[in-house]
């Protein structure tokens, strides 16, 4: 018995372990004119449990971190600032439908396309860099960009019955972006 409940344990941790490293950002595009600008995807996500999690309706919030930073030769690199922001999906079975918040927007989005909610849920799209730093030209300059996906904090007593919705948290590598104006 004890052998099996040690499998099970292992097969979870190695579980969620394989799922973090397959989820990473990808198609990133920065933008710079009156503004700094970046969209980005993040691929690998969405896993069979936390879909599973999702349409149950269990409240599930993925966090996007950007950084930016001054590249410098001989010294440390100047951190210039660092944005977060969350999307968070909820799903109202009476309704049939989600609903997503997406905090860099301050946009509430309800959608009964689960395709749908899975894009607004992956996607960062023209998310503006503010307030904008002082960027001069002919500097280097990196954008770092992650997301994590954070489950929900439940009830005390819950916690011990869903003790397993922690394993399904992940975080991309971070992702860096050089630009030069």
Avoid: C
Avoid at 56 to 72: A, H, M
């Amino acid at each position: 018995m004890k052998r099996l409940l040690l499998a099970v344990v292992l097969i979870l941790f190695s579980t969620s372990a394989a799922l973090a490293a397959e989820a990473r950002i990808d198609d990133v595009r920065v933008r710079y004119g009156s503004g700094l600008t970046a969209s980005f995807v993040v691929k690998g996500a969405f896993t069979k449990d936390i879909e599973e999690a999702i349409n149950s309706g269990l409240p599930t919030t993925f966090t996007f971190i950007v950084k930016l930073y001054r590249k410098n030769v001989l010294w440390p690199d100047e951190h210039m600032g660092t944005w977060s922001f969350n999307h968070t999906v909820k799903y109202d079975a009476l309704k049939q439908e989600y609903v997503v918040d997406i905090e860099e927007k301050n946009r509430r989005e309800k959608t009964k396309d689960f395709e749908r909610m899975k894009t607004l849920m992956v996607t960062g799209d023209e998310i503006i860099i503010s307030p904008l730093p002082a960027l001069k030209k002919g500097e280097t300059y990196e954008l770092k960009l992650k997301a994590e996906l954070d489950t929900v904090d439940l009830p005390f007593l819950l916690k011990y019955m869903f003790f397993f919705v922690k394993l399904w948290d992940f975080e991309t590598n971070w992702y860096v972006y050089r630009l030069s104006l």
